[in-house]
Every structure is written in C-alpha cells, then in structure tokens.
C-alpha cells in the first residue's frame, strides 16, 4: 500500500486525536524516505514505544527514530523551537544521529512564550480546554499576517523589530483580558538570539524538498497531528484546535500539490477518546468509562489529562472517512477491549424529533443526540499476541468487520498492544 513512486501517503486522526498515529507512522516510516509534520505544533504528542523506552515527540515526526528517514517540519505546522531543540537533543541523548535529517520550513510560524501567555489567559474566558501551548494564539497571528517566521529569523534585526511591536501588542491584550501576567521583550530578543544559530541552519524550503522527494519516486508520508474532529473547519468547532487536521490541510502544510496525495490512511481507536471541552456523544462516564481509560492508559501524552473515554462512534468515522477521503483505517488499541463481555458500538444518533446520521455543524445539537447502539459480544480473551487477522477470536473479527461496514472503508491495519511489533497488516489492495 506505500510503494515507491506513488505520490504520497497522509496518515490522519479519524476521531478526536490520540488515536495512536504516532505508532502507525513509526511503523509505516520503516518503508518511508520521507515523513513530514504538516499542521498543529507541540500540542501534539506521539507516544513510540520502542522495546523498553518510551518517546512522546511534539514537534518533530516520528519517522526520526528510524536510521536514513528525513523528517520535515512543514510549512503548516507553528514551531515551538525551546521544545523542538528539547527534542533534539533527548534523541541525541538516547543515541539517535539526526544530523542532516531534519529540515524545517523556512514559512512556519514560530509560537513564543506570549502565545502561551494569550492561550492560558484566553481559557479563562473562553473555556475549550487547550493545551496551552500557545497554539491558537500562534495560528490567529499567522492569519492576522503579523506572525514570526522561522525565515525571520534570518535578519534578526527585522525579528527585533518585528518582536518588540508584537511583544507590546501581547501585554496590551494580556491587560484586556485581565491576565496580570507580562511578556518581556528582553526575554524574547535573547530567546530568538540563542535560537537562530540553530534553527537558521535547519531550515530550508521544505515544500521543495517533498516535491522532488515524491517527483523522484520516493517514498513520502504525510504524518498528520490532533484529529479530523478537531480540525478548525470540520471539527466540532468551537471546540477543535487552531489547523486544518483533515488530509486537505496535508498538501497546504507540507507545501505540495494535492494530485501528489494517492492514499489517506484514516487512523481509529476501537473505541473512542477526547481530551479537552466539548461533546463527545458516546461518552461511558460510569465505570465502563473508568475501565476504558485504565486499560488504555488514556491520560494525555502533552498535559496528563484523563481523557474522556467511549464507545466507537460510526458517525463520526464515516464523517471523517468523507472529509479526508480515507482509502484505509487503521483500528489501533483493539485490546483495550480484551475483557469486555458486551461492546457498544454507535450506529447513528437520534433527536427529539428523529434519526441524525450526519455530524451537525452546531455543537449544541451534537451535545443533545442520543447514540443508537448494537451491542456486539465481547471476545473475552487477550490478543495482544496476534500478528494475522485469522489468529484474532471470531468476536473480535466480526468487531472489525462491523466497524469496516459501518465506516465503509477497508480496515488496513489492526494494532494490539503498544509494541512495535504488535500490529496486523491486512492483505490486499491499497490503503
Ligand atoms: P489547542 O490545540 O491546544 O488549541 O487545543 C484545542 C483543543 O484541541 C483542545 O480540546 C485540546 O485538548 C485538543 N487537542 C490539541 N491537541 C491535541 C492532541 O494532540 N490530541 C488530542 N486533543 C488535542
């Protein structure tokens, strides 16, 4: 399904985020040249885990911890660089030889510590609970075109300039908002001073590098961030993030044509997540919930959130399946739900006044529907071991074929357990 010289292939999240994209694409970056961050920032965080160690990377894609795969920060995405760096030289740490495989692009945004002051005091009014990471703050300046870009970075005394009135402009909306915090200038100007000697050198038109990584037949995936539930457009807005998560936002923010994009590979948990405000139709809050959360170790990767925990929601893959075009899923986390007698899977919604198969675009009418559900029996047996589909029990087999069905898109792979190893390629045709 990831062949040399055909075009690219996106890997989104199909739900709310942390589906367990950071495992797929560490997985799939084994057969990749090239794999590229295209949108959100350090909000994100892909947990890899690689026999014993753990790495939850923010900003920089996963496919670094493979030897000989280039990894590209892409235009889309907005760089926090202190966690970027921080990264860097963890992997440096564990041994991990980046040197000359990492580029970023010269047109991402920066996020500075006062986008980070304007996100925390921004909740206190407008609850959505982001990560506070500075990323929504970072995403309205680049639209209100007076972001910092890594090319600013440059000519530093244009950053200067350019630092002090947007620095100054940060503490006049701190007042505003009645945050008693301040950005320093000072501290800013020798941030971006001890930054730029590092991240000048590293950064390059990336959106040139994909094109002629994908013109010479190499093989490029498109490592997307959060999910298409989040995604400013398509997500449950205003509860999403700042970006454009969704397979569109991969050519934009990676900076290509989208007749290079030939597969989109729909990433899905077993059951459903969300971390942050808003609806989430087939929440368990009861002890179900609990179970879910425990057994899938569901805190956030970025803040240790408890996420919210729930049963699959096929309104929402198909929703999904459609805005990004999926060719494929990939249903991660199947054996969280090992020791389920019964599994809940939603259907469709009803309202009052009758059935609702489409996602709405109010987010108060997402809150009011009820989930109709099947409930399918559980397969009551661990299949962590499990490296085809015919050595998964029959029950969790027709789990996957009801999911397959109700999403209308092939299931591709099937991970069970966190381990690299611990996933199932299905055979046949393309993802
Ligand atoms: P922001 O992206 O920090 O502005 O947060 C906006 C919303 O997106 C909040 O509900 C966050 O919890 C959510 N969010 C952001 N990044 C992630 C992620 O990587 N996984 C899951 N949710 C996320």
């Not at 005091?121 to 300046?141: F, N, V």
């Amino acid at each position: 399904m990831f062949d040399a010289g055909t075009g690219c292939l996106v890997v989104v999240g199909a739900q709310w985020g942390d589906e367990g994209k950071g495992k797929l694409v560490d997985v799939l970056a084994e057969r990749a040249d090239v794999v590229v961050r295209y949108q959100g920032g350090a909000n994100a965080g892909h947990t890899v885990v690689i026999g014993d160690s753990q790495f939850i990377l923010r900003q920089i894609p996963s496919g670094i911890l493979h030897p000989g795969v280039v990894c590209v920060v892409g235009n889309g995405v907005v760089l926090e660089p202190e966690t970027f760096f921080g990264e860097l030289d963890e992997l440096a740490k564990r041994g991990i030889d980046t040197t000359g495989r990492i580029w970023v692009s010269d047109r991402a945004h920066l996020v500075l510590p006062y986008h980070k002051l304007l996100d925390l005091a921004s909740e206190k009014s407008q609850k959505l609970g982001t990560t506070g990471r500075g990323i929504g703050p970072a995403y309205e300046d680049k639209y209100g075109r007076r972001g910092i870009r890594v090319t600013d970075l440059r000519r530093l005394e244009c950053a200067r300039a350019m630092l002090a009135e947007r620095v100054e402009r940060a503490n006049r909306l701190l007042e505003l908002m009645g945050s008693v915090e301040r950005a320093s200038f000072e501290e800013h100007l020798a941030l971006l001073e001890r930054l730029a000697p590092r991240l000048v050198p590293l950064s390059a038109d990336a959106g040139l590098i994909v094109h002629r990584a994908v013109r010479e037949g190499r093989r490029v995936l498109l490592e997307g961030a959060q999910g298409s539930l989040l995604d400013v457009d398509h997500g449950t807005y205003p509860y999403v993030t700042s970006s454009n998560t969704t397979a569109g936002g991969a050519a934009v923010g990676a900076g290509i044509g989208p007749t290079l994009i030939h597969h989109v590979l729909g990433v899905v948990k077993a059951y459903t997540t969300r971390v942050g405000n808003g609806p989430l139709p087939t929440e368990a809050p009861g002890p179900e919930g609990e179970q879910l959360r425990q057994l899938g170790g569901e805190f956030g990767a970025v803040t240790g959130r408890p996420r919210r925990c729930g049963w699959f929601d096929a309104t929402v893959v198909r929703y999904a399946a459609r805005v990004n075009g999926l060719t494929g899923l990939a249903v991660t986390k199947l054996d969280v739900l090992d020791s389920f007698a019964e599994i809940p899977v939603c259907i469709g919604y009803s309202l009052p006044d009758g059935l609702c198969d489409e996602m709405p675009a109010e987010v108060e009418l997402l809150g009011q529907v009820r989930p109709r559900y099947d409930v399918l029996p559980g397969w009551q047996r661990p299949t962590g071991s499990a490296r085809r589909l015919s050595e998964l029990p029959d029950e969790a087999r027709a789990y996957l074929d009801r999911l397959e069905a109700l999403s209308g898109v092939p299931v591709r792979y099937v991970s069970v357990g966190t381990r690299r190893d611990q996933i199932i390629e299905v055979a046949g045709g393309e993802g």
